[in-house]
């Protein structure tokens, strides 16, 4: 089955810099890739996703890029600023049906 | 609804006693997902409803773990038994749109097993 790596567990920035989440996965067949925030004491909301026919996708200050080949993705996000203090999910599947999480990024954004 | 809506949001019981957790998926949203996450870790996939499908049941950890979801719609987690290790806050999310749709999550149950 699939298998989900994410690095780093935590990863701490002044605001105003960027910060980059990598992920990796196991299974060829995935072909969707969609990224989580999660706040203190709430469900994960979908931010962004990727299908595997896309290289990079953006939406204003976050963006994804996917490497096939090499079955990595990485979110990137610049300019950061302290709403974005959460934890970060990155996952996998194939058509979305059944998507495995990686274990989450604690990112913490200093004013 | 307007969103995924979970109840009860904290439940506290003692070991050995059985619960039941609920969620109210989006009306329309085909696939209903439980997950598990425990404090500080990732999501830990539980069971997948789809439509009128047999579930994927193949996360669940023991047989004290079961799931069913009625008429399409409200799904029911229930845990026999409970044992410390099961407390954790269990979520639920459902999907519509198509296979490339993210999922809506709810805003989880907080289980503690005292």
């Known amino acids: 089955g699939e298998n989900v790596e994410q690095h780093p567990s935590t990863l701490s920035v002044q605001e105003g810099d960027s910060a980059v989440i990598k992920c990796t996965y196991s299974?060829?067949?995935?072909?969707?890739f969609p990224w989580y925030k999660q706040e203190l004491g709430k469900g994960p909301q979908l931010i962004i996703d990727?299908?595997?026919?896309?290289g990079e996708k953006k939406d204003q200050r976050i963006a994804v890029t996917l490497n096939k080949t090499a079955k990595h993705f990485s979110l990137h996000i610049t300019e950061t600023q302290p709403e974005d203090s959460a934890v970060y999910f990155c996952?996998?599947?194939?058509?979305?049906?059944?998507?495995?999480f990686g274990a989450g990024t604690r990112l913490f954004v200093k004013a | 609804g307007a969103g995924v809506s979970q109840s009860p949001s904290n439940k506290v019981t003692e070991k050995g006693k059985d619960v039941e957790l609920r969620c109210d998926p989006i009306?329309?949203?085909?696939?209903l997902y439980w997950y598990r996450q425990s404090l500080g870790q990732g999501l830990e996939f539980l069971i997948y409803f789809q439509g009128n499908s047999a579930p994927d049941k193949s996360g669940l950890p023991s047989d004290r773990f079961s799931a069913e979801r009625t008429g399409g719609s409200v799904s029911t987690l229930t845990i026999q038994r409970t044992q410390q290790e099961d407390s954790a806050v269990y979520l639920c999310a459902s999907r519509g749109g198509g296979e490339y749709a993210g999922y809506t999550f709810g805003s989880g149950t907080r289980l503690t097993v005292v």
């Open positions: 996952a996998a599947g194939a058509g979305g049906f059944k998507t495995i």
């Open positions: 009306s329309g949203h085909t696939a």
């Open positions: 299974d060829s067949a995935s072909n969707y």
């Open positions: 990727i299908r595997s026919n896309v």
